[in-house]
């Protein structure tokens, strides 16, 4: 497949690391030096996910040239769908994209490169030209506001990439790997509750609702700086590419220590390491194609340019792929 156009759509308030201190116990300068998140932005009760990643959807239609219904498929990494039984019909549905099938996928941090990944096998396979693959992610809506070790971590956001059935030879997916392990789950989770509602004598079901996101800080953050750079050097391995060949470190923005750890580890100039994690915090399954947006419209990222990519995060689950940009076509 090719990566033929992006967009991105981030919601309007922007809350400081000062602002977040008039409401819980926290201060810029340990946000700033734990993590560079210097602001994050926050979406409003009238502005839901579908909203934010229908306008991601439509920014990245328009950059790639084409309409709506020439998708054959949409695919919304998310852990924060406006309704559980899927929030990528109702952007389907707001975009205009009726040839289109559109399901959500999640898998947290690593959602948006597990859906491209995904969206690519079955453009590979023949059987679709066109495809839409969303990151949006609403963590505001569980966030415990009174957790500091947390609330000051996480944004909202949306972004897209289009990509495109091409010749196997001209690819821009290069190589990929993808990797869970459930038994580590409980260090990040946002889990259903155990509330129970009695129904009959003998008979009771469980409510359904989410607790707040929780998270072991120190277990992911070792998690990240040991597991990334291993299955980045697997991947640079069997795609034969040196480090040096690079154009982009293109990683899960969680925190500026796991983006530089990662850089150092393969020797590349922190120059050569996008990040946008200041302005926005971790917006989960959207880091990835935020960041890529911002960097293909302001042209530090173009046509041809290769990208090292790698997400992480609850599941736990992480995964990398070789990405070549192509931008869109003529
Ligand atoms: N403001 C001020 N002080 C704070 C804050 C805060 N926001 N949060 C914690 N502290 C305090 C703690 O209470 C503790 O104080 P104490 O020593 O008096 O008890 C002290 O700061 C140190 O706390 P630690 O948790 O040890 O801080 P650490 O250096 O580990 O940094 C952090 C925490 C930034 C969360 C780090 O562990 C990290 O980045 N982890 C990775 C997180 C991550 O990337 N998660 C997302 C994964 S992606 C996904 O799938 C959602």
């Known amino acids: 497949m090719a990566l ?186 946002l889990a259903q509750t155990d509330h129970h509602q009695p129904l009959l004598e003998g008979v009771s079901a469980q409510r359904g609702g989410f607790a707040p996101l929780q998270m072991n800080g120190q277990e992911v953050y070792k998690f990240a700086v040991r597991e990334v750079p291993q299955i980045l050097a697997e991947l640079l391995d069997a795609t034969g590419t040196h480090a040096e060949a690079l154009d982009w470190l293109l990683l899960h923005q969680a925190n500026q220590r796991i983006l530089d750890a990662v850089a150092d580890r393969f020797a590349v100039p922190h120059e050569r390491v996008l990040s946008n994690l200041a302005h926005y915090g971790n917006t989960s399954a959207a880091t990835i194609p935020l960041m890529l947006d911002e960097a293909v419209r302001d042209g530090r990222v173009q046509s041809g340019h290769l990208l090292a990519s790698s997400g992480f995060g609850a599941g736990l689950s992480w995964g990398a792929a070789l990405l070549r940009w192509s931008g869109p076509r003529g």
């Open 4 to 189: 033929v156009g992006s967009g991105s759509a981030v919601p309007a308030a922007s809350v400081s690391n000062e602002a977040l201190s008039a409401r819980v116990d926290t201060n810029d300068d340990w946000i700033r030096t734990r993590t560079g998140i210097a602001a994050r932005r926050i979406a409003g009760p009238d502005e839901g996910l579908t909203a934010l990643a229908s306008r991601a959807a439509q920014a990245c239609l328009d950059h790639a040239g084409w309409s709506a219904d020439q998708l054959d498929l949409i695919v919304l990494a998310t852990s924060s769908p406006d309704d559980l039984f899927g929030t990528a019909p109702r952007i389907q549905a707001a975009i205009g994209a009726r040839h289109a099938v559109a399901f959500d996928l999640t898998a947290a941090c690593s959602g948006f490169l597990f859906a491209l990944i995904t969206a690519g096998q079955y453009l590979a396979g023949g059987s679709m030209t066109r495809a839409l693959v969303i990151g949006a992610d609403q963590l505001s809506r569980w966030l415990d506001w009174d957790d500091r070790r947390t609330c000051v971590l996480f944004g909202d956001g949306a972004a897209a990439v289009a990509v495109e059935a091409c010749p196997a030879a001209e690819s821009g997916l290069l190589g990929f790997r993808m990797r869970s392990d459930g038994s580590r789950n409980a260090c990040l989770t």
